[in-house]
């Protein structure tokens, strides 16, 4: 890997030189993490900070721990919204309610006078 890399999927290290990843996104760790046979895990969305090394490839896309935690968020499975993004299409919809009332009752306005 390069200097500040960002691991793009889930792999287990194979072989590697003082590799250290950034995992601080997901785990909260201030230091990089110093990866081994021990702590083989390397995560996508984490960044490599030093070292160089070879890497099993086990996850990608949606199947990633990055993208199970997108899909999560960003809605679930069978196409429901997250309580988020529920809230925000109802205010959306209200907000364009209230908007047609207004340009109607500006355009009422304007034709009676």
Not at 43 to 51: E, H, L
Not at 84 to 108: E, H, N, P, Q, S
Request: glycine content about 12%; proline content about 4%; charged content about 20%.
């Amino acid at each position: 890997a390069h200097m500040a890399a960002i691991i793009s999927c889930d792999g287990i290290l194979l072989s590697g030189q003082d590799v250290r990843c950034d995992e601080s996104a997901l785990t909260g760790e201030p230091e990089p993490m110093l990866k081994s046979a021990e702590k083989p895990f390397m995560i996508s969305g984490t960044t490599v900070n030093a070292g160089k090394g070879t890497m099993l490839v086990v996850a990608v896309g949606e199947y990633s721990i990055a993208g199970k935690i997108k899909k999560d968020v960003y809605g679930g499975e069978h196409g429901e919204l997250s309580p988020l993004y529920g809230k925000l299409d109802a205010m959306a919809t209200r907000i364009g309610k209230v908007g047609m009332v207004c340009a109607l009752t500006a355009m009422t306005a304007i034709l009676i006078w």
